[in-house]
């Protein structure tokens, strides 16, 4: 049953406030992984999995999250994830370890994983069916804004205190998270107590998943199939998913209800979802990497170039969610939504290594509006045909075909900067010989500008040649990001036919047996 007045403001203050909590986690600690490498004497490769160990646990439980639901009371099992999530936060602040924080990262991530999904149920729950997109719209502040202000407020604190604080800065938060639940939010029946727990269901799951994940997480840093692990590990989630699909629709009491998958639209939406994690994830991730390896800004710099595209997305959603309620289909506005992320990624491949700070704010700004027109009515058309116990498990999938999009997004974008680099490099190199009077005369100004400042004519001809190396590698790498946010671009726009396979619906209701 909806509820009215202050208790449903003060509810939905409380979903997205813990939502944001784990979303931003998922990025927040990125840039702090020199600084935590420097002070626990870790090896890059080690450090990596403080991020991987978190995304793997968080992946696995997020199917699981509308089971756990139904089994121990939403109310219950959103309360504990809270709770979980901002000792942990505590503990990782703590760890005096490599070991100690991945540890606690992984608890972080099992915690988060319940966080996402539930927070987006108890919404849907606590809004009238009318007001669904209204709903939808004020979940996906945290879901979109999250990842994008994350390194904004890392690279802050990075700059004015020490790492521990990435973590700490979750507890008084998650208290105040903790308190409204427990004040505010209505319990819900279990309805699955006392059923069989499905363990060869979560066994498989967690293989499966965690497989996947960990490959598309290590991968590019593990040259792919060239290492034995990732190699077991991709053949591991290939057999255990399919495992795990054969298991739960044999079952009568299945962890994830595959069975949603009936409804046409919730099935397209998987893959829109998939393909929404792709371009979220994967230009947050390219966009910083760009600006910082290539353009030489600060973490917090980057993160500023961030914000007033993710202060747009804010601003948008509320009128995303009443555009919905009036009947504007949900089709139209994720069509502008893609096109506009693809007309983004266009402006930011024309990218030059002149470009400042002012050349991105519109882009940025574009990225903004689209992420808004695509969030909203994308979730919005997956969970049209949900009805009752169904929204809390397709929210679960839902939201993990997000991540492993954004994870496979990741994965694909660097896999690609990798090797269109050699690309590019070899040949760039065909110009640079005698016979270019281009090259010449960019050589002969380096060596005599290296002569004019006391060099001898040999230093000035062997620093001239560095020179133009270091140059060659930047505009290598310029016009290997110019791919990158091409192909994000063009995955974006080549996605729009799947909208019109949804279905059509004025308004979008929720009913109101949702348990």
Request: aromatic share 12%.
């Amino acid at each position: 049953m909806a509820e009215q007045g202050f208790t449903k403001w003060i509810i939905t203050f409380t979903v997205i406030t813990a939502s944001l909590l784990e979303l931003i986690d998922t990025t927040i600690v990125n840039v702090a992984l020199p600084q935590i490498q420097g002070n626990l004497g870790a090896t890059l490769e080690d450090i990596a999995w403080i991020s991987t160990g978190y995304a793997v646990a968080n992946v696995i439980v997020l199917p699981m999250s509308g089971w756990l639901g139904s089994r121990f009371g939403r109310k219950n099992y959103f309360l504990t994830s809270i709770i979980v999530f901002t000792v942990a936060s505590f503990l990782c602040g703590n760890a005096t370890s490599l070991e100690e924080l991945i540890a606690f990262r992984i608890l972080q991530g099992i915690a988060g994983g319940g966080l996402i999904s539930t927070a987006q149920a108890i919404l849907l729950e606590t809004w009238p069916r009318e007001d669904v997109g209204i709903a939808t719209a004020l979940f996906g502040l945290g879901a979109v804004v999250g990842p994008t202000v994350g390194p904004t407020i890392g690279g802050y604190i990075i700059d004015i205190s020490s790492w521990p604080w990435i973590f700490y800065v979750n507890i008084p938060v998650g208290i105040l998270a903790a308190y409204c639940t427990y004040t505010y939010i209505r319990t819900t029946p279990r309805t699955g107590q006392g059923q069989p727990v499905d363990w060869w269901g979560i066994g498989l799951l967690a293989v499966a998943v965690g497989s996947l994940q960990t490959v598309l997480e290590k991968g590019e840093t593990e040259d792919w199939f060239a290492t034995p692990y990732i190699t077991v590990l991709a053949i591991t989630s290939v057999f255990g998913l399919l495992l795990f699909i054969w298991r739960e629709m044999s079952t009568d009491h299945p962890i994830v209800n595959f069975k949603i998958m009936r409804h046409r639209s919730f099935s397209v939406g998987m893959v829109t979802s998939f393909i929404l994690g792709f371009g979220l994830y994967g230009s947050v991730f390219v966009f910083p990497v760009f600006c910082q390896n290539l353009l030489g800004f600060s973490a917090l710099q980057t993160g500023e170039l961030l914000f007033p595209g993710g202060l747009c997305t804010i601003m948008m959603m509320p009128f995303i969610g009443m555009f919905l309620k009036k009947g504007i289909p949900a089709q139209f506005m994720a069509t502008i939504g893609m096109f506009l992320f693809f007309v983004f990624c266009n402006m930011l491949s024309k990218s030059t290594l002149a470009s400042g700070t002012n050349d991105f704010f519109l882009p940025l700004v574009i990225r903004g509006v689209g992420m808004a027109l695509l969030f909203v009515p994308l979730t919005t058309l997956a969970i049209q045909d949900l009805k009752g116990a169904e929204i809390g498990q397709g929210s679960g999938l839902n939201n993990m075909m997000r991540q492993l999009g954004g994870s496979f997004g990741i994965a694909a974008l660097t896999t690609l900067i990798h090797t269109r680099q050699g690309f590019h490099r070899s040949n760039l190199l065909t110009n640079l010989n005698e016979g270019n009077p281009i090259f010449i005369q960019r050589f002969n100004a380096f060596i005599n500008n290296f002569m004019s400042k006391g060099f001898s004519m040999s230093d000035a001809r062997h620093m001239a040649t560095q020179a133009m190396e270091g140059n060659l590698i930047k505009q290598s790498l310029l016009l290997t990001y110019s791919d990158a946010y091409w192909v994000a671009g063009m995955v974006m726009l080549c996605s729009i036919p799947l909208l019109y396979l949804q279905k059509f619906k004025k308004n979008v209701e929720i009913p109101a047996d949702v348990h």
